[in-house]
């Protein structure tokens, strides 16, 4: 009795295993996380880049017009100064004491020249009543004329003293920042010697060349849309990244093309407020060059490649994967990518992780 209790449990053990493994064996391993995204409609105003290079809006270079030794070096290289700020003085000893000569000669000059006018006034009252012969006159008259011109022989050589002793000190033409100097206190300087560099750099110029098709298209997509390039209507961007960003105007557009490339130059007025642009350096100048009304956008690290062309994942309401080609546009904001056909707004696309998906794949979408 015993035995036949025990091979009841014992089969009923074995059904109960067996129907527990079966019932494990059934389900289904759950759908992955993948992150999704929805297509997005927009009028965007799209760009043609160019590449190009900054120039300060003003650049002199500093001459020494005088020779002598420097003896004050009056500014930091690299920091701003103001328009006449004395940047350099050259010696100026010798070209005070030819102004106190050139002053000294000049009242002498007009000394004779005040006595020659004496003479020559009372000539003229006595030449008259024959008292005086005519030639006494004629060189009194001669006198009076050469004291004259002296004297304005004189001014002149004061005014020449005067501007090689200005000379002796160099002045900021414009405010700005000038780099440095090879010349120290106490070094001797040449007349003509290059002494440093001024830039004007609270405004830049940005130069790039544009070819005489894409100005013709430029030109008519504006005047299609009805629109003008606005203040800030031109970006700028660098090959790193800056902490501000940068847009300007157009100024300047060539008048004429150049035969030998085909291309115009074109100049970009930028304001530089926190002295990160540099004279000489290189950027990428992008026009706006027209605007598309409700386009539609996915992200651009989204689209896959295959023999066929572009792709996307796309997550249908069932969140089943489905591969679709697209045709694709213009890459717009840095991130996002136009797409012309094969896809429409609102439609979900796998955004990340394209390499864990796969057609017919079911999914859980994560947005």
Known sequence: ????????????????????????????????????????????????????????KNTVDLVARVAGFQVASDYVAGQPVAKGDTLFIIEPTQYEDAVQQAEATLATCKAELYFAESNYQRMKDVANTNAISEIDYIKSEAAFYQAEAAVMNAEAALRSARTQLSYCYITAPFSGRPNTSKYGDGDYVNASSYMATIYQDNQMYAYFSIDDAQYMKLIQNLKNNHTTLGHDAVKLSFSEILPHDYKGYIDYVAPNIDLTTGTMRVRIVVDNPYNELKHGMYTTVHMPYTRSQKVVMVRDA??????????????????????????IGELYNDSLRIVYKGLMPGEKYVSLALQKVHEGMIINPVE
Request: with cysteine.
């Open 302 to 327: 989204s689209i896959g490649t295959d023999q066929v062309g572009k792709y996307l994942y796309t997550v249908n309401d069932s969140n089943r994967v489905e591969l679709r080609h697209i045709e």
């Open 1 to 56: 009795m015993n035995n036949r209790i025990f091979l009841s449990l014992l089969l009923t053990t074995v059904c109960m295993v067996a129907c527990h493994n079966n019932e494990n064996n059934d389900i289904q391993p759950s759908a992955p996380d993948i992150a999704v995204a929805t297509a997005i409609q927009d009028s965007v105003t799209l760009f043609a880049s160019y590449p190009g290079y900054l120039e300060a």
